[in-house]
């Protein structure tokens, strides 16, 4: 089955940790994004990758590190410098396989700090 | 700053009403314009997408776009207790630009 795999469903943080949140796909698509959502907020861009060896950052970037050497995968690491890590984080994916490449998203990590 | 305005409600409506949801968006040069529906606890999922001004339908769904007026909407007709959940707009200029959501708007079906 075609899809976005978030990995894990759930994780917790430490003081001073970083954590990876994993983010792999089978659907063949160049583009890949990271959002951060809080409670009864939207979603906000922490990153994103057009293609291969290549990402830019978005809007809430500080603290986030992310990299993109397969086309397959973009995980997203949050460092102890992210001081309020405790949110849902979904990744998404585009291609123009769609013209006007609409996102879909994985099902979520959730972290919280212990 | 880009900027895309909804009604964070909840919207309450009786099973069978429709329901009518708004979005403003703030960027002009905007392209493509969705609605995504969120179960609470769940990730965002795509219904509708609309790049033309006017309307679209895809069953009890219906997009409405009037980029004169920065303004894309969404009807749910005959609406279920099933699509109580938040619903998100969201905005691109095109291509594989990110998205910029919306808080979205709650909306409850009430049996």
């Known amino acids: 089955d075609g899809g976005i795999t978030q990995s894990p469903k759930y994780l917790f943080r430490k003081e001073g940790q970083n954590v990876t949140l994993s983010c792999e796909q089978n659907?063949?698509?160049?583009?890949m994004y990271w959002y951060r959502q809080d409670p009864g907020q939207g979603l906000r861009l922490i990153y994103y990758?057009?293609?291969?060896?290549?990402?830019q950052k978005g809007d809430i970037a500080e603290g986030y590190s992310v990299s993109r050497e397969k086309k397959e995968s973009f995980p997203l690491t949050v460092t102890s410098a992210q001081k309020n890590p405790t949110a849902f984080y979904l990744c998404?994916?585009?291609?123009?396989?769609?013209?006007?490449?609409?996102?879909?998203f994985g099902d979520g990590t959730r972290l919280s700090i212990l | 700053q880009k900027e895309v305005e909804q009604n964070s409600g909840p919207l309450s409506v009786p099973e069978g009403a429709i329901a009518s949801l708004n979005c403003t968006y703030s960027?002009?040069?905007?392209?493509?314009f969705f609605w995504y529906r969120q179960y609470s606890g769940k990730s965002p999922e795509l219904i509708m997408s609309?790049?033309?001004?006017g309307d679209k339908e895809d069953g009890r769904f219906t997009a409405q776009l009037n980029k004169a007026s920065q303004y894309v909407s969404l009807l749910i007709r005959d609406s279920q207790p099933s699509d109580s959940a938040t619903y998100l707009c969201?905005?691109?200029?095109?291509?594989?630009?990110?998205?910029?959501f919306g808080k979205g708007t709650r909306l409850s079906v009430i049996a």
């Open positions: 998404a994916s585009s291609s123009d396989m769609d013209p006007f490449w609409p996102q879909h």
């Open positions: 659907l063949n698509h160049d583009a």
């Open positions: 990758s057009q293609i291969v060896n290549d990402f």
């Open positions: 960027d002009r040069v905007s392209q493509s």
């Open positions: 609309i790049y033309s001004n």
């Open positions: 969201a905005v691109t200029s095109g291509g594989n630009t990110p998205l910029v």
